[in-house]
């Protein structure tokens, strides 16, 4: 079984989504095995956004992840990676599929709902960023027969 971060940005918070994301994977069978709100520092978000940190749009980037709390989760299921970034949909709110968190949340680019890690390693990285290993649980999913097949898991 693979884990992934997903991060409720501002966006999400502001608008009092948090529970509907949350129970989106939850409906899908995906196993939540840490939760925590936190506030984003000038730190964390130049380490996470490295990849854009010199990008002209940076600025607006830091100003809307630090415009409120975020919620950060680690989620867990077999290819859950592909699965959360599948149910969150494509980066641009405006051009994604309706049945998608951002098709039916999300009008913008940048205020976009949700985080997905894009790969495993990628997840594994960003797990380590904002989560503590004692942070992060394992436990008896009871329903897993529920949900996959047993040579699926």
Do not use: W
């Not at 859950?80 to 999300?106: F, H, M």
């Amino acid at each position: 079984m693979q884990v992934t971060l997903v991060i409720l940005k501002p966006s999400a918070v502001q608008r009092g989504l948090m529970g509907e994301v949350v129970s989106r994977f939850e409906k899908k069978g995906i196993q939540i095995v840490g939760l925590k709100m936190l506030c984003l520092s000038d730190e964390i978000l130049e380490e996470h956004y490295s990849h854009i940190k010199e990008k002209p749009f940076y600025g607006r980037v830091k100003d809307s992840m630090q415009a409120s709390p975020v919620v950060v989760m680690a989620l867990k299921g077999v290819d859950v990676v592909n699965v959360v970034r599948k149910l969150a949909g494509v980066t641009n709110g405006r051009e994604a599929q309706p049945g998608t968190i951002r098709g039916d949340y999300s009008m913008s680019v940048q205020e976009n709902i949700i985080h997905a890690s894009d790969s495993i390693e990628t997840a594994n990285v960003e797990l380590s960023r904002f989560f503590d290993k004692n942070e992060i649980h394992d436990y008896p999913l009871h329903n897993i027969q529920s949900l996959y097949a047993p040579d699926e898991y």
